[in-house]
């Protein structure tokens, strides 16, 4: 196998089918932004620390940092351009952020958000605390986590369908 030789990959991305070819070494971070021109999940760390990277992939939340792209072969990602719903007005996740300005440079929001999007599957209800742990692989400079807590259990009242009381400070 010579460094650049490419390997033809498959998968489905936001509901699209997608066929490429790519070398072994290509990140699937890169191989989102480069070739599928995605780009917003980001790159924030070379020690998949950070979560910026982070898209579901078969149901999972993953750090495309370290996942090569041959590896995502034949699965089913969703990035956070895929978030919003078909009519073009956000998802619960996006509308929990902007209402409850769980984001400040924009940065680690995709990747948050795409971290709360399988959060609120695997626990449609969690307590701020499951909230804290579940995001702990995803970092942010900005905002100091509070109001990314207050944005989720936003969403996780609308889409339990229950109302959000903002808890008093
Ligand atoms: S870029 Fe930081 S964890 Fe992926
Ligand atoms: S909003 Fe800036 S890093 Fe989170």
Redesign the pocket.
Known sequence: MSDTEQFPVTMTVNGKKVQRFVEARTLL?HFLREDLNLTGP?????????????VEMNGMSV????LFAVQANGAELTTIEGMANPDGTLSALQEGFRQMHGLQCGFCTPGMIMRAHTLLKENPNPTEDEIRMGISGNLCRCTGYQNIVKAIQYAAAKLNGTDFQEAAE
């Open positions: 971070i980001h790159i924030g760390c070379e020690t998949t620390h950070c979560g910026a990277c982070t750090k495309t940092c370290t």
